[in-house]
């Protein structure tokens, strides 16, 4: 980013957003940068090549567009460093391989993202590391599971489709007490809304493919960390050569250009809808952290500045049995809402959560869990939407 040289200065969100990764000088002037496609880079002569003195010496290290992605990840992260992987989920799993060993115990919180858990209980158990999931509202009482062992302490806040909050600070400095690295996945409220790093978090993970991303056609991962760690997470990224796709990169940062106010969007509907639903005598609970009945809503209101797009709600129904033929109904009678994962695009999803993996954070009761993203549409014609899915749903009692 350009320097401001009025001295101590911040920049705003959205200026980071608009500015970050931003040189039109250097190719000649042109707003965005180029798609630079490459595997081979040139050198001058063979002695720069014998010692690799330039700047870029062959694809899976970098080029002109993933650096300028990463400069404006790390403008919004405050890291030392990014690096891009293909998705979100390498966004978890390379930081993982990065920093634990066979014979390591690592403490990952129970509301994670499910395919973390998959990766943690087949391979990495499989290379002789034990996870342990934790309860969301642990807080400073995670020091009691640290082990001499205990390499690293995995965050998620909220968390994945139940939106339970983390106090992050209290988790961090605990873990670091004990010796451990801690990361985040911070998909859910993005460096708009919560910044990792500046609560303790080491590392900072976040699925580009969501937000950043915004028109659900894109598959990244960014993960950022601070000057300590960032040496040894470059490395393996080297070494595992999960290098970012030129075209994605590019299309992530046209993405982030326009973040601020598709996530201004986002949360306004969002919490309109959220609060309409808790209005309803047909949904038991609305899970979002932004609403005062929500359990973890006072850490929200401390330490995040906003709340993005996707929640969940519990729809009424007494009888476990009955609860997929009464979310079948509902899901089925949407029009608007597309029936499909993933979320952070410009259009409303609703998809049922499966919750039988928790051990600690169970499924909450009295209905089927539905998680919706809500989209840039007109709030109208989503929450009529939504009275049709709730009027067959009720027919089909
Ligand atoms: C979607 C998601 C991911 C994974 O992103 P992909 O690009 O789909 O692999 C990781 N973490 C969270 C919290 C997510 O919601």
């Given amino acids: 980013m350009t320097d401001d040289n009025s001295g101590n200065h ?30 081979t880079v040139l050198f001058p002569d063979a002695k720069t090549m014998d010692q690799r003195a330039q700047k870029y010496t062959y694809g899976t290290r970098g080029t002109p567009t993933t650096d300028a992605l990463c400069e404006a990840i790390d403008a919004l992260e405050g890291s030392a460093g990014t690096i891009l992987v293909p998705s979100g989920l390498a966004a978890v799993t390379v930081p993982f391989l990065a920093f634990v060993s066979s014979g390591d115990h690592i403490l990952v919180v129970d509301s994670v993202y499910y395919p973390t858990r998959n990766f943690c209980d087949t391979m990495l158990k499989r290379l002789g590391v034990e996870t342990e999931y934790y309860d969301p509202a642990i807080g400073s009482g995670i020091s009691a599971l640290m082990r001499p062992n205990t390499m690293l302490v995995h965050t998620e806040a909220p968390g994945s489709n139940t939106f339970e909050m983390q106090d992050i600070r209290a988790i961090a400095d605990a873990a670091h007490a004990g010796g451990a690295i ?27 493919t969501k937000y950043p991303s915004g ?27 999960t290098c970012g796709a030129p075209d994605d990169a590019y299309q992530i940062l046209r993405g982030l250009r326009t973040m601020g106010i598709r996530l201004e969007h986002h949360q306004k509907s969002t919490f309109e809808i959220a609060r309409w639903l808790e209005s309803r005598h047909d949904v038991a609970r609305v899970l979002h952290p932004g609403l005062e009945s929500f359990p973890g809503h006072d850490i929200w209101k401390r330490d995040f ?80 939407d939504l009275e049709a899915g709730f009027r067959a749903a009720s027919e089909a009692a």
């Avoid at 708009?192 to 900072?204: E, H, N, Q, R």
């Avoid at 919750?355 to 549409?377: C, H, M, N, T, Y």
């Fill in 10 to 39: 911040e920049y705003g969100p959205n200026t980071k957003l608009t500015h970050g990764g931003y040189r039109p000088r250097d190719y000649h002037g042109f707003v965005n940068p180029p798609v630079v496609h490459a595997s």
């Fill in 182 to 208: 801690v990361t985040m996945d911070n998909t859910w409220a993005t460096p708009l809304f919560f910044k990792p790093l500046d609560f303790g978090v080491d590392v900072s993970i976040h699925a580009a």
């Fill in 215 to 241: 028109h659900s056609d894109i598959l990244m991962g960014t993960v950022s960390a601070n000057a300590k760690h960032w040496p040894k997470l470059h490395e393996a990224q080297i070494t595992l050569g």
């Fill in 305 to 384: 500045k906003g709340a993005s797009g996707i929640f969940s709600f519990v729809l009424s129904e007494s009888d476990p049995a009955k609860y997929k033929a009464r979310a079948f109904a509902f899901l089925d009678a949407l029009r608007l809402f597309g029936l499909g994962y993933s979320w952070g695009g410009y259009e409303s999803l609703a998809v049922m959560c499966s919750l039988a993996d928790r051990k600690v954070a169970k499924a909450p009761s009295g209905g089927p869990v539905i998680r919706l993203q809500i989209g840039l549409e007109d709030v109208p014609d989503l929450i009529r």
